[in-house]
């Protein structure tokens, strides 16, 4: 039993909760310096293996998912419980009553309590009037027990309370929820994306497809926006096609799709047109990848498209090599319509056109599934109005306790407060508050 | 270089000016805290409101002259922004206290952290003042509402920096019990001791509730704009320790033996980690939130 009281009061110390502000900030600080959430190579190339092993051992290289970080958490949890459990009871009594006494108080010997005494030779009910005129109505009749706000007193319950429901949603959050990110090509669809704390893939419940994407730009030539149209695709039906950007995502089913980067990816193909001269309208295009056999539809004459090893400078850094082992070279001409010059090869009366290589836009998009998040931002409102509450409204109590003296004629008025914080401004209020009656009760 | 013809438009040439009033008024404060004349404090308060309406003008310039050139987010993004809005915010909750206290004590440090800040913005390379289009991720109305009530701590944060060092200065040289009433000078200008506590508390519980909004508006933002409500951004995991650190500053009083030193010591490490968590985050660590690094901001 002793030993159960013993942590009861450990772990309802404010001393814990003084250490645990502590750690939390400190283990915080040091995932501000350590990247979270890198790959292990991208780690082992800035700390070196060594060091890579060491961070990874002690969990610095995902410190908010490790398990003492949310160790921490949940001591926090267990101590906002238990401290608050062991006031309660106390601060239930000063709320609704039973109120305690002027002399249980007295005997409490408060650091922050307040005493003073007046006589006067009014009777009993005008004093009662003068009392009740500077400090509100008693709350019980029987004893002279004046509280002011003391309801708030349950604010700083209510905050606690609501730093739990936070940290519950947020572990909700955890469990159910998941943060992914994948990248999609412009005209590709995936259903696949991959975590952002371990990058494992994951299977998401639609297939997503990028319809397009465009960057917009501001005059001069700052990125105003990145809009991707996505659309969603369930058992091979698009249900929904939204475009999103930047600060407006999309949610569906639960899931939500925000637009995070873009790029292009390294072209793999040259686009070139195939031309007859003989046939001017026959322009066939092929997506020529280096090394690949292709049919010009001309005459059967199969190409390849072949990088040089070692381009000369100035030379174009490709050729064609024909199916017959003929090598056609590339020549340049400056072309006035475009700003772009020609680029050709020819063989008897057939052009390979360059047209520049084939780009592979992406968009890379969160997928996230924020569950329970509503349950974080209820605890966050809740916790903002109950620190108001804590802060500006203080609870004070006075009691006051009328003794007739031996003389018969005179009453000693004993007036004891005690407020909730221990304020300058309180005392100086009190003490102008006992001038007032004094004033009243004596004459003086 | 910035041509004066745009510091005019822009309204950045106003700031500068009112930083010529700003540091005169910290003058008049400095000699007030060797003299006590009550004359010279008053004059370096009207000194003082005179700067903060010229700020406020420059402030409407600008949001005018962001607004012609097609910015639709008010100035407040950037660190030069940031930094101005900063000394605003400290001046007229400075303004504030003073109506309602007679506390000129505290002007000096108000003045001189609120110099430090309009010369910083005003003449450090890091903190260019033209006004830039705005970067995507930025454009959003939750941005107002996310810096105005930080700002707005951290204002309170700074005044609360202030008078722990007053508080400091005050108990180291006399003790708690105002003995030596009769020493004059610098320390007799200020309030007791006892007052001073109690105002560091009111600054920093006001500070509290606006930094709690103003997480909580930014992770509202972030949960509709990125990934999700919290990503562990370094600017974020700097403004959890920051509130963690006012958090423990109100639970101290509930501990035997953490009285008003510890208590003041406390709110001037917590302002060294508000300023951290402002500027030193952008200046060392990236992230989401660089103000540090213009046009280098990945998209997000
Ligand atoms: C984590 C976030 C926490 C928040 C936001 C918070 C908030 C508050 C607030 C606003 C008050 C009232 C302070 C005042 O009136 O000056 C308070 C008081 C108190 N807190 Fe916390 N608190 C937190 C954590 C904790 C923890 C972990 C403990 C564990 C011991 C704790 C124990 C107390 C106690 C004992 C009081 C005094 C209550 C009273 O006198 O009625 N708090 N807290």
Partial sequence: ?444 | MISANVSVLDGSLYFTVSLLFIVASFAGYFIFLFTGNKTISKISFGVLIAGFIIQTAAFVIRWIYAYKIGINTPPLVDLYDSMVFFAYVIIFGFILIRIFYDFDALGFIITLVASLALAFASFSPLAPSAVEPTIPALQSYWLIYHIMTLFISYGAFGASFGLGVLYLIKINKTGKNESNKKRGGFLSLLPPAPIIEESIYKVVVFGLVFLTAGIVIGAAWADSAWGGYWSWDPKETWSLITWLTYVLFIHARFTKGWGGKKMAWIAVIGFAVVIFCYLGVDLIIPGLHSYATPGSTPIL
Wanted: hydrophobic share 40%; charged share 20%.
């Fill in chain 1, 1 to 444: 039993m002793i030993m159960f009281s013993k942590l009861y009061k450990f772990f309802s110390s404010v001393k814990l909760a003084i250490f645990l502000f502590i750690a939390i900030a400190a283990l915080s600080m040091v995932g501000t310096f350590i990247n979270q959430a890198d790959t292990a190579s991208q780690y082992k190339t800035i700390f070196g293996p060594q060091v890579y092993h060491i961070l990874y051992w002690l969990g610095f290289l995902d410190i908010y998912g490790s398990w003492y970080f949310i160790g921490l958490a949940v001591l926090l949890v267990i101590n906002l419980i238990t401290a608050s459990a062991s006031i309660l009871p106390h601060t239930f009594k000063t709320v609704f009553g039973p109120y305690p006494s002027f002399d249980e108080t007295a005997a409490k010997k408060s650091p922050k309590a307040i005493y003073e005494i007046i006589e006067s030779k009014k009777d009993v009910h005008e004093i009662t009037k003068v009392l009740n005129s500077k400090l509100g109505k008693p709350f019980s009749e029987k004893e002279l027990y004046y509280s002011k706000n003391s309801i708030f007193r349950l604010s700083p319950f209510i905050a606690h309370f609501s730093v739990i429901i936070i940290i519950i949603g947020v572990f909700l959050n955890f469990h159910y929820g998941f943060r992914s990110y994948t990248n999609i090509k412009v005209g590709e669809k995936t259903n696949i994306s991959y975590l952002s704390k371990n990058h494992k893939p994951i299977k998401l419940p639609f297939t997503l497809s990028l319809d397009n994407y465009r960057t917009l730009y501001y005059k001069d030539g700052i990125p105003k926006s990145y809009i991707s149209k996505i659309s969603i695709i369930k058992n091979h039906v698009a249900v929904a096609t939204k475009n999103i950007k930047v600060n407006h995502p999309f949610t569906y089913g639960g899931i939500t799709i925000y637009q995070a980067s873009y790029g292009h990816y390294k072209p793999t193909a040259a686009k070139l047109s195939i031309v007859s001269l003989k046939n001017r309208k026959s322009e066939k295009i092929v997506y020529a990848e280096f090394g690949k056999l292709y049919d010009t539809g001309i005459n059967n004459i199969k190409f390849r498209f072949i990088p040089y090893k070692h381009p000369k400078k100035d030379e174009i850094p490709f050729f064609i090599e024909l199916s017959n082992n003929k090598i056609l070279k590339f020549y340049v001409l400056p072309y006035k319509k475009h700003s772009m010059p020609l680029i050709f090869a020819k063989y008897q009366n057939t052009v390979f056109l360059y047209n520049g290589v084939k780009n592979y836009y992406y968009s890379g998009v969160e997928i996230t599934k924020n569950a329970y998040t509503s349950v974080i931002w209820a605890g966050s409102i809740i916790l903002i109005i109950a620190l108001f509450f804590s802060f500006f409204f203080n609870h004070t109590e006075t009691w006051v306790k009328l003794t007739p003296l031996k003389d018969g004629k005179k009453t000693r008025i004993e007036i004891l407060a005690v407020p909730k914080k221990k304020f300058e401004s309180f005392y100086n209020k009190f003490n102008k508050l006992i001038a007032g009656i004094k004033k009243d009760l004596t004459g003086e």
